[in-house]
């Protein structure tokens, strides 16, 4: 099993985030996945510019890091977000990244793959944010599996207290768990359906104007 995970951090691998993530992933080491850390720190995957050429090609004409991650996420078997918490949402070098599928979203483009989410902050709110991650994660196709928090205010260094230390371990193993038993349910699943349909019934109506989409529904998502 191959696992991406990608941070939304201006500390990179160096900070909270990162330390919180690699603990999921020691996890999931632990079951026989292999894994792969991707940091956007800030500048390699710029905003959307809503030129909705993706829409009409399948592909963003913006020259910067986001199609080469995009593909690693699309070879891989799951994908893992992590960010801070900043200002009760997602950092916005995570946000640019999320913007940026835009078109993954109109054609549940990472269906079946497998997720969890990674929120630290200074003092809390992480669980909307963890939420939210998996939200995307459903309405893209995925599995979500679970996700972890932390505040970090008041703990020295990355000496995460050992309840936040077992979750985030076992929640890399239950990732590796439910991609070997091929799991489909998930909290997500109406909310996912209903967004399924909403993409269905936009890229239906916009046939003309988004002709990739239109074809990927016709020939990958069973469009009739
Ligand atoms: C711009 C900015 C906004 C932040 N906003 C919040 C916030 O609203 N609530 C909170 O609890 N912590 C907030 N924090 C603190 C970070 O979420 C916290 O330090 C986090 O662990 C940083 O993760 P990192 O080391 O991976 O970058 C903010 C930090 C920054 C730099």
Same mark, same amino acid.
């Given at each position: +099993?191959? #696992?991406?995970?990608? =941070?939304?951090?201006?500390? %990179?691998? $160096?900070?909270?985030?990162?330390?919180?993530?690699? #603990?999921?992933?020691?996890?999931?080491?632990?079951?026989?996945?292999? /894994?792969?850390?991707?940091?956007?720190?800030? %500048?390699?995957?710029?905003? *959307?510019?809503?030129?909705?050429?993706?829409?009409?090609?399948?592909?963003?004409?913006?020259?910067?890091?986001?199609?080469?991650?995009?593909?690693?996420? +699309?070879?891989?078997?799951?994908?893992?977000? $992590?960010?801070?918490?900043?200002?009760?949402?997602?950092?916005?070098? +995570?946000?640019?990244?999320?913007?940026? *599928?835009?078109?993954?979203?109109? *054609?549940?483009?990472?269906?079946?793959?497998?997720?969890?989410?990674? !929120?630290?902050?200074?003092? %809390?709110?992480?669980?909307?944010?963890?939420?939210?991650?998996?939200?995307?994660?459903? &309405? /893209?196709?995925? #599995?979500? =599996? %679970?996700? !972890?928090?932390?505040?970090?205010?008041? &703990?020295?260094?990355?000496?995460?207290?050992?309840?936040? @230390?077992?979750?985030?371990?076992?929640?890399?193993?239950?990732?590796?768990?439910?991609?070997?038993?091929?799991?489909?349910?998930?909290?997500?699943?109406?909310?996912?359906?209903?967004?399924?349909?909403? +993409? @269905?019934?936009?890229?239906?109506? @916009?046939?003309?104007?988004?002709?990739?989409?239109?074809?990927?529904?016709?020939?990958?998502?069973?469009?009739?």
């Amino acid at each position: +099993m191959k #696992i991406i995970s990608i =941070v939304g951090s201006p500390k %990179g691998s $160096a900070g909270s985030t990162a330390a919180l993530l690699k #603990i999921v992933l020691e996890g999931a080491q632990s079951q026989g996945a292999k /894994t792969e850390t991707i940091t956007i720190k800030g %500048g390699e995957v710029k905003p *959307c510019r809503a030129c909705d050429v993706c829409h009409k090609t399948g592909v963003c004409p913006q020259k910067d890091g986001f199609n080469a991650i995009k593909q690693k996420v +699309m070879e891989a078997d799951a994908l893992v977000l $992590a960010t801070p918490n900043y200002i009760s949402h997602v950092s916005a070098q +995570m946000k640019a990244f999320l913007d940026r *599928c835009c078109g993954v979203v109109h *054609c549940i483009g990472f269906q079946g793959k497998y997720g969890a989410s990674v !929120v630290t902050s200074g003092g %809390g709110d992480e669980e909307p944010i963890a939420d939210y991650l998996s939200d995307f994660l459903a &309405i /893209t196709g995925g #599995i979500p =599996v %679970g996700s !972890v928090w932390s505040a970090m205010g008041q &703990i020295e260094g990355y000496n995460f207290p050992e309840d936040t @230390r077992k979750k985030a371990f076992l929640l890399g193993e239950n990732l590796v768990v439910a991609w070997r038993d091929k799991e489909t349910a998930h909290a997500h699943e109406p909310r996912a359906a209903q967004y399924r349909e909403r +993409m @269905r019934s936009l890229v239906t109506w @916009r046939k003309e104007e988004w002709p990739f989409e239109y074809k990927f529904w016709k020939e990958c998502r069973g469009l009739k």
